[in-house]
């Protein structure tokens, strides 16, 4: 079993910052890709940033120059700084993890249990 645990949320007032951190465990052969997704309240879950195993990222335009995802292979963590917020911030914010548990494996997604973020005006 993969289990993808998140630390970090809370509430900040808008301009503050937060620091978002995912570890993964359990019975991993390789990570291809980690992530971080977000779900406000009746949308859908988006993509926020995403870091590859090479060290390739890829951004939200709505979080670009304000966030940065950072991934600590050797510990299988990925950490998302975020910086100036603003309150359309406001949302659930999940860990991804595309893997495989086994070499013969095909990619598959995990995810974490989630963490809230709220941002104040």
């Known amino acids: 079993q993969v289990q993808l645990v998140e630390s970090g949320g809370g509430l900040v007032q808008a301009g503050g910052s937060l620091r978002l951190s995912c570890a993964a465990s359990?019975?991993?052969?390789?990570?291809?890709?980690m992530g971080w997704y977000r779900q406000a309240p009746g949308k859908v879950r988006d993509p926020v940033a995403r870091?590859?195993?090479?060290?390739?990222?890829n951004y939200a335009d709505s979080v670009k120059g304000r966030f940065t995802i950072v991934r600590d292979n050797a510990k299988n963590t990925v950490y998302l700084q975020m910086n100036s917020l603003k309150p359309e911030d406001t949302a659930v914010y999940y860990c991804?993890?595309?893997?495989?548990?086994?070499?013969?494996?095909?990619?598959?997604?995990?995810w974490g249990q989630g963490t809230q973020v709220t941002v104040s005006s």
């Open positions: 991804n993890a595309q893997l495989r548990q086994r070499a013969s494996d095909s990619l598959r997604d995990y």
């Open positions: 870091i590859w195993s090479g060290g390739s990222t």
């Open positions: 359990g019975s991993i052969f390789t990570i291809f890709r």
